[in-house]
C-alpha cells in the first residue's frame, strides 16, 4: 500500500490500527482521506477482511464518496464492508434481531410526519390539551430523551415533580406503545432499539464485538450521546477505535450532538493516541484565511492553527441582489459563464443555502439557463407531490380529456372515489372510446353504488365549474380557486404536520410562479402557461448524465468539496437564522456553519446577499450578513459597483438597491447575445417582441411583431430572449 501521499502525521494515524486513535484536525487537513486510506491499509497490508471493518459517517452521499473512494484503492474487495450512517447501520441490525425486544423484522420507518400523525391521536386519547402540548414540541421533548437513551419509564421517574413534564411522560409512554403495535419505530428509535438489543442480548452483542474488528467514525463532533454510547459498545471488545473530527465544524447541537464526546473519548480510552493535522490541502491561501478569521470570532473553542502551501487564489466574490430572482440569476449567468469561458464542469459548482426554501429560485434561474442541477437532501420543486397535483388540476381544466392528470386527482383530497371506482371508469372509457372525464357525465352507466355515482357527479361538477373560471381569471387567481374549491388547501390543514405546513408553502411558492408568469409573458392564458410549466419541469426532470450543479443545504455539504462555492442568503436573518441573532450559542453554531460553508471551497468562492426576499409569498428587507463583516476585508471583491469591500458594510442599511451593477450587466449582455440566435423570439424594450431573422456580428436583423424589420446592435442594446 503505497501511503507516500499523505504527509507525516496522516501517515502516522494510518499505521496506528490498534488501539484507540483520535483524529482532531480542521477543515480540509485530510482527515477523511486518512480514514480511507486506513482502511485501505487495514485491508491490503493487514489482510484485514472488509466484513470486520465498520465505518460511519454522517450522511448517505459521504458513506457513498467513502466508499468509492476505496473502492478506487482497493477495488470490489470493498463491497462487503458496513460504510454507513448511524442509521442504517442501526437498520441493519435491527433487521436481524429486533424480534428480540417484541417487534418482527417487517418493521416499518415513521416519517416525521407519520409521527406527528400517532403523536396527535396519542395527545387526543389521553384527553389533555393540545393547546398546552403541542405534538411538535412534545415530539421535540421525546426525541432528546431518545437521543439521551431516557426511555417512557426513566422520564418519567425524572420527571414525577413537575406538572407538565409528568403528563408528556404519559404521553411518551402511549406513544412508544402504539409504535410497538404498528410494529414500527421512529428515526430516533433506530439507534436507541439498536442499543437496547445489544445491552440485553449477549449473543447479538459479542456477534457484532467479535465481527467489527476495527470502528471508524468520521464527523465525530457531530454524534450524539446515544450514538457515542453504541460505538463505544461495539469496539469494547477490540477497542480499535478511531475517531476523527474538528470541533469548529460541530453543527448539529440542536440535534443533541454533544462536544463532550470528544472530551470523553480521552477519558474513555485512556492511552489514546491523539493525532492534529495542521496543513490544509482543499482550499486557496484566501480561502483559508477567510475561514480562520471568521471562525475566530467565535469564543468557545480551541485555537486551531491551519496553513496551506496554495497559491494566495482568486479573491472572494461577493455581491448584493436586488432580490433573491437577481441573486439566482447572477449566480446561474456567472455558472454559465465560468462554464463557456473557462471550461469548469457543472459538476464542479455547488450552491449552498441555509434553508429548503431558498432554493426554489435557484432552480428556476438554472434553469432559465438551461443549467443541469441536483438537489441533495431535498425533493426538487416541480417533483413534489403537491406541485403536481396542482398542475394536474390545471392540465384537466384546461383539457379534459387528460386521463393521467385525472388519475392522479380524482380522488386528492380523497373523495371516496376509490381505485375500484377508477377502474369502472376506465373500463366504460375504453368501451366508449372516449375520455375518463367524458365518462362521468354517463354515471349512470358505471356500475357503482348511488353514494358514489353522486360523488362522480360532484366532481364534474367542480371540475366544469373552475372549467369556467378560466375564461374569467387571470392565471394566479384560478390557481387560488383550484387550491379553494377543490379542498385542496383546507385537507392539509385539517392535519398541520411540518410535512404538511411545507405544503402549503410550496404551494403559495407555486403561486409566486404564476405571478411572476403574468408579469413576463405576453399571453397570460393558461395554456401558456401550462406549456411554460411543462418545460421546466420537464427538464427538471432530466436524465442521468453526471454533469449537474449541485444544490444543498450547509448542513448536508459537510464533509464534501468543490472547486466553486456559492453560498447564498447572507443575510442577517437568513444566515446567521433570525432564532441566532439574539441567541449567542445559536450565533457560535451558525457561525460554525458558516465555516463548514466557506471550506468547502478549493478555489472560487462567491457570496451572494438579497436586499429583500420573498420566500411564501412574503417580503423581507435585510441587512448583509455579519459573516461578510466578519471576512479579512483584502480577501474580498465586490461585483458591485461603488461597492468597495470597506464600504459594504457601512452600507448594511441601505435597502434597496438603485440599479444593477454595471458590469454584471455586461455579463449578462455577453450570455444573452449568444442566445439571439437566428429564429430566436426577443424583446425590445422599445420595439416590443420580435423575431431574430439576420444575424451579423453583433448585429441582429429583428422582425418585430409592430414595427416591421429593424437592425439592432447587440452591444447597445440589451434584448431579453423569450
Ligand atoms: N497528503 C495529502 N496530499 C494531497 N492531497 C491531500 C492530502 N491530504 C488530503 N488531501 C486532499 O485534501 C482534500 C481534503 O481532504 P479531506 O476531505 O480528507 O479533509 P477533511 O479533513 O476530511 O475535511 P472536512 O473537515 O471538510 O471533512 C481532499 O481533496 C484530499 O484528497
Ligand atoms: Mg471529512
Redesign the pocket.
Known amino acids: 500500500m503505497d501511503l507516500s501521499?499523505?504527509?507525516d502525521m496522516?501517515r502516522k494515524a494510518v499505521l496506528k490500527t490498534d488501539g484507540a486513535l483520535l483524529l482532531l484536525?480542521?477543515?480540509?487537513?485530510?482527515?477523511?482521506?486518512?480514514?480511507?486510506y486506513r482502511i485501505a491499509h487495514l485491508i491490503n497490508d493487514l489482510e484485514v477482511h472488509p466484513s470486520n471493518i465498520l465505518a460511519i459517517t454522517f450522511t448517505n452521499k459521504a458513506a457513498n464518496e467513502m466508499r468509492e473512494r476505496v473502492e478506487g484503492i482497493i477495488g470490489s474487495d470493498a463491497q462487503n464492508m458496513w460504510i454507513s450512517t448511524f442509521h442504517s447501520c442501526c437498520v441493519r441490525i435491527l433487521r436481524k434481531d429486533i424480534d428480540k425486544i417484541g417487534y418482527t423484522r417487517s418493521f416499518v420507518i415513521y416519517d416525521r410526519s407519520d409521527q406527528m400523525t400517532l403523536m396527535k391521536d396519542c395527545i387526543k386519547e389521553l384527553n389533555i390539551n393540545d393547546k398546552m402540548y403541542e405534538p411538535k414540541t412534545v415530539l421535540g421533548h421525546i426525541s432528546d430523551a431518545k437521543d439521551k437513551m431516557i426511555n417512557s419509564k426513566r422520564f418519567k421517574e425524572i420527571h414525577q415533580n413537575d406538572f407538565r413534564m409528568s403528563n408528556i411522560a404519559k404521553v411518551y409512554s402511549l406513544y412508544q406503545e402504539r409504535l410497538m403495535r404498528n410494529n414500527a419505530l421512529d428515526f430516533d428509535d433506530l439507534i436507541m432499539k439498536a442499543i437496547e438489543i445489544l445491552e440485553n442480548n449477549e449473543g447479538v452483542l459479542d456477534f457484532y464485538q467479535r465481527k467489527f474488528r476495527y470502528i471508524m467514525v468520521?464527523?465525530y463532533q457531530d454524534t450524539n450521546r446515544a450514538q457515542y454510547k453504541l460505538v463505544n459498545m461495539l469496539a469494547k471488545r477490540h477497542g480499535n477505535l478511531c475517531v476523527?473530527g474538528?470541533d469548529d465544524?460541530s453543527i448539529y447541537g440542536w440535534r443533541g450532538a454533544d462536544i463532550k464526546n470528544i472530551l470523553e473519548f480521552e477519558k474513555d480510552y485512556e492511552d489514546a493516541l491523539v493525532v492534529k493535522?495542521e496543513?490544509?490541502?482543499?482550499s486557496t491561501q484566501t480561502i483559508l484565511d477567510a475561514a480562520n478569521k471568521v471562525i475566530a470570532n467565535n469564543i468557545t473553542r480551541k485555537d486551531k492553527k491551519l496553513w496551506t502551501e496554495s497559491d494566495l487564489g482568486d479573491r472572494i466574490r461577493t455581491f448584493k441582489s436586488r432580490d433573491e430572482r437577481e441573486e439566482g440569476d447572477f449566480i446561474a449567468h456567472s455558472i454559465k459563464k465560468m462554464n463557456n469561458d473557462k471550461g469548469i464542469e457543472y459538476r464542479d459548482c455547488a450552491i449552498l443555502y441555509r434553508t429548503n426554501a431558498q432554493s426554489r429560485a435557484l432552480e428556476e434561474a438554472l434553469i432559465k439557463q438551461n443549467i443541469k442541477y441536483k438537489i441533495f437532501g431535498g425533493i426538487k420543486f416541480y417533483e413534489r407531490k403537491e406541485i403536481k397535483d396542482l398542475i394536474a388540476y390545471l392540465r384537466i381544466i384546461q383539457n379534459p380529456v387528460d386521463d393521467i392528470s385525472l388519475k392522479r386527482i380524482i380522488n386528492v383530497p380523497k373523495r371516496g372515489i376509490g381505485l375500484r371506482t377508477l377502474e369502472k371508469i376506465e373500463d366504460v372509457s375504453l368501451i366508449k372510446k372516449e375520455s375518463m372525464y367524458l365518462s362521468l357525465y354517463d354515471a349512470e352507466n358505471i356500475d357503482v353504488s348511488t353514494r358514489v355515482k353522486s360523488k362522480l357527479r360532484e366532481f364534474t361538477t367542480l371540475i366544469s365549474a373552475l372549467s369556467a373560471m378560466k375564461d374569467v381569471y387571470c392565471v394566479t387567481k384560478l390557481i387560488e380557486k383550484v387550491l379553494e374549491n377543490t379542498g385542496y388547501i383546507k385537507e392539509l390543514e385539517k392535519d398541520d404536520s411540518i410535512e404538511n405546513q411545507t405544503r402549503i408553502e410550496n404551494l403559495k411558492e407555486f403561486l409566486s410562479v404564476a405571478v411572476e408568469f403574468e408579469k413576463t409573458s405576453e399571453e397570460k392564458d393558461l395554456e401558456t402557461f401550462l406549456a411554460t410549466i411543462s418545460l421546466i419541469s420537464d427538464m427538471d426532470s432530466s436524465d442521468e448524465d453526471d454533469d449537474y450543479v449541485s444544490l444543498m443545504t450547509l448542513h448536508s455539504a459537510?464533509?464534501?468539496?468543490f472547486p466553486v462555492v456559492f453560498l447564498a442568503g447572507l443575510e442577517e436573518g437568513v444566515f446567521p437564522i433570525s432564532r441566532a441573532l439574539t441567541d449567542e450559542i445559536e450565533l457560535e453554531e451558525e457561525r460554525r456553519l458558516c465555516y463548514?460553508g466557506i471550506?468547502?471551497a478549493?478555489k472560487t468562492l462567491y457570496m451572494t446577499y438579497a436586499s429583500s426576499r420573498t420566500i411564501y409569498g412574503k417580503t423581507n428587507y435585510s441587512r448583509i450578513s455579519r459573516f461578510i463583516g466578519e471576512l479579512p476585508k483584502d480577501c474580498l471583491k465586490s461585483l458591485n459597483k461603488n461597492e468597495p469591500e470597506s464600504k459594504i458594510l457601512k452600507k448594511q442599511n441601505s435597502i434597496v438597491e438603485k440599479y444593477k451593477q454595471r458590469h454584471m450587466e455586461k455579463d449578462t449582455k455577453d450570455i444573452d447575445n449568444k442566445e439571439v440566435v437566428l429564429g430566436a423570439k426577443v424583446k425590445h424594450p422599445a420595439f416590443g417582441t420580435g423575431t431574430v431573422v439576420a444575424k451579423n456580428g453583433s448585429t441582429v436583423s429583428i422582425a418585430f411583431d409592430n414595427k416591421g424589420i429593424k437592425s439592432i446592435n447587440l452591444e447597445y442594446v440589451k434584448l431579453n430572449v423569450i
Open positions: 501521499t499523505l504527509n496522516q484536525a480542521g477543515a480540509g487537513s485530510g482527515k477523511t482521506r486518512v480514514l480511507t468520521d464527523e476523527v474538528d465544524q493535522l496543513q490544509n490541502y482543499r459537510k464533509g464534501l468539496e463548514v471550506t468547502r478549493m
